[in-house]
C-alpha cells in the first residue's frame, strides 16, 4: 500500500520567508510525528499528533515553527521567517497505535530545505 | 534525558568480515528499533525489538536487545556491498511518543 508521503521532496526559499512542509500519512494511522534531520543536530524530535492533537509540542526549536493536523490525516509543518539554521531535511512519520506491539514508526521520503 | 549512543560512528569494513555496531541508552526503555539510511534517502525500518533478550535476524543482519544492560546490537556476518548505509538505532519510552535516535553509524563495505 502507500507509504507516508511529503511535499514538496525539495525546497529553496530566501532568509525571511515561510514555509509550509505537508504530510500525508499512511491510511488510518492515528499517530503522526515530525522530526528533523540535520548534520549537526542529528535525527531530532520536533512534535506529535494524536488524532488532530498535539499534546507535548517541547520538541519545536522557536516559536517560529508551528504544526497543524486537520481530518486526523495530512499535516502541516510552517516556518515562519526562516532563518539559515533552519536548513535541513524534515522528516513525518505515522504510526498505527501509540502503544502495543503494532508501535512502529513509518517513515516518509522527507523534505530537504534549504535557506539561502 | 535520555540519551542514546553508536559506536562506532563510522565503519569501513571489507566485503566478507564480520562487525558489530553498538548502541547505549541512558534510561528504561521498553523498545528500540533500527533503521536504515541510504544517502538522499528517509529511513527504512530493520527491527524492532521489543523485549530483553529479543533476537531478530534479517538476512546477514541479525539484531539482539539487552534492557538491563541497556545495549543493542546490530551484527553483521559476512558483510556485501549493499550494506554500505548509514545504520540508526532509535530508543522510545512509554509516555513520550517520540524516538530518540542514536548518532547513525556510517558503514563503507568495500570490495
Known amino acids: 500500500g502507500a507509504g507516508v508521503s511529503q511535499s514538496p521532496s525539495n525546497k529553496v526559499t530566501e532568509k525571511g520567508k515561510d514555509v509550509e512542509l505537508r504530510c500525508d500519512p499512511i491510511?488510518?494511522?492515528?499517530?503522526l510525528y515530525w522530526y528533523r534531520q540535520s548534520l549537526g543536530q542529528g535525527l531530532e524530535f520536533l512534535i506529535y499528533?494524536?488524532?488532530?492533537?498535539?499534546?507535548?509540542k517541547s520538541g519545536l526549536p522557536s516559536d517560529r515553527f508551528s504544526a497543524e493536523r486537520t481530518g486526523g490525516s495530512v499535516s502541516t509543518l510552517t516556518i515562519q521567517r526562516t532563518q539559515q539554521e533552519d536548513s535541513a531535511v524534515y522528516l513525518c512519520?505515522?504510526?498505527?497505535?501509540?502503544?502495543?506491539?503494532?508501535?512502529?514508526?513509518?517513515f516518509g521520503p522527507g523534505t530537504r530545505l534549504t535557506v539561502t | 534525558e535520555l540519551k542514546v549512543e553508536q559506536n562506532p560512528l563510522f565503519l569501513s569494513m571489507q566485503e566478507g568480515k564480520n562487525y558489530t555496531i553498538y548502541c547505549n541508552y541512558s534510561?528504561?526503555?521498553?523498545?528500540l528499533y533500527w533503521y536504515r539510511q541510504d544517502p538522499g534517502k528517509s529511513l527504512e525500518s530493520l527491527f524492532v525489538?521489543?523485549?530483553?533478550?529479543a533476537v531478530k535476524q534479517e538476512g546477514r543482519l541479525m539484531a539482539s536487545l539487552d534492557t538491563k544492560a541497556r545495549l543493542s546490537t546490530l551484527h553483521i556476518t559476512a558483510a556485501v556491498h549493499d550494506l554500505s548505509a548509514t545504520y540508526f538505532c532509535?530508543?522510545?519510552?512509554?509516555?513520550?511518543?517520540?524516538?530518540?535516535f542514536g548518532q547513525g553509524t556510517r558503514l563503507t563495505i568495500n570490495p
Open positions: 534510561t528504561t526503555s521498553d523498545r
Open positions: 532509535a530508543v522510545d519510552i512509554w509516555g513520550a511518543q517520540k524516538l530518540v
Open positions: 512519520a505515522s504510526s498505527p497505535a501509540f502503544w502495543g506491539d503494532s508501535y512502529e514508526q513509518y
Open positions: 525489538l521489543l523485549s530483553n533478550g
Open positions: 499528533f494524536q488524532g488532530n492533537s498535539a499534546p507535548d
Open positions: 491510511s488510518g494511522h492515528t499517530a
